[in-house]
T-cell receptor, first 109, second 113 residues
Framework: QKEVEQNSGPLSVPEGAIASLNCTYS??????FFWYRQYSGKSPELIMS????GDKEDGRFTAQLNKASQYVSLLIRDSQPSDSATYLC?????????FGTGTRLKVLA | EAQVTQNPRYLITVTGKKLTVTCSQN?????MSWYRQDPGLGLRQIYY???????DKGDVPEGYKVSRKEKRNFPLILESPSPNQTSLYFC????????????FGPGTRLTVL
């Protein structure tokens, strides 16, 4: 069983719509949760971090964490073609970071 | 400018020829880490370091070595590279307390023939 699971996609949404990206994790001891955006051939870029249950908003992005369900999600409002990328979910336990394989998002103009 | 740098950015080498990929950060981060990224497998942690002289294995450490003699530098050493180490490598760093968001270097694309 993968420790951090994401749907590989592609997830296609029209410009201006809400994109919803999901991630589940297996280690209940996980303490920190991150979303990264990665363009092809480039390095991952941090979008959001979340540490406690609930929602955290930053501009067009909202991260949601539910530790009981071991679930973290990312909502992108008013999606733009420039948001087309692979989104990586990362989970940190005591010392290690575990990444999901990423969800490819396509925003259609 | 706060950044993580890696060198070289691209490297083609042959099986068995020792190589070192350097990583340096200027953010005074305690935690540094190396990842490899392969299609369909995502980012996998090779080694990490909690601070100077403190290193530990990640999920895929076989065939790699690291050292942390200075806080800012964390080189990755392949003593006898093999073709299955052909990959895209990223170095990352973060604080160990408070917000521990990792910041990534630009990546090193390694090809072992």
């Amino acid at each position: 069983q993968k420790e951090v699971e994401q749907n590989s996609g592609p997830l296609s949404v029209p410009e201006g719509a809400i994109a919803s990206l999901n991630c589940t994790y297996s280690d209940r001891g996980s303490q920190s949760f991150f979303w990264y955006r990665q363009y092809s051939g480039k390095s991952p870029e941090l979008i959001m971090s979340i540490y406690s249950n609930g929602d955290k908003e930053d501009g067009r992005f909202t991260a949601q964490l539910n530790k009981a369900s071991q679930y973290v999600s990312l909502l992108i409002r008013d999606s733009q073609p420039s948001d087309s990328a692979t989104y990586l979910c990362a989970v940190k336990g005591t010392y290690k970071y575990i990444f999901g394989t990423g969800t490819r998002l396509k925003v259609l103009a | 400018e706060a950044q993580v740098t890696q060198n070289p950015r691209y490297l083609i080498t042959v099986t068995g020829k020792k190589l070192t990929v350097t990583c340096s950060q200027n953010m005074n981060h305690e935690y540094m880490s190396w990842y490899r990224q392969d299609p369909g497998l995502g980012l996998r942690q090779i080694y990490y370091s909690m601070n100077v002289e403190v290193t530990d294995k990640g999920d895929v450490p076989e065939g790699y070595k690291v050292s942390r003699k200075e806080k800012r530098n964390f080189p990755l050493i392949l003593e006898s590279p093999s073709p299955n180490q052909t990959s895209l490598y990223f170095c990352a760093s973060s604080f160990t307390s408070g917000g521990n968001e990792q910041f990534f270097g630009p990546g090193t694309r390694l090809t072992v023939l």
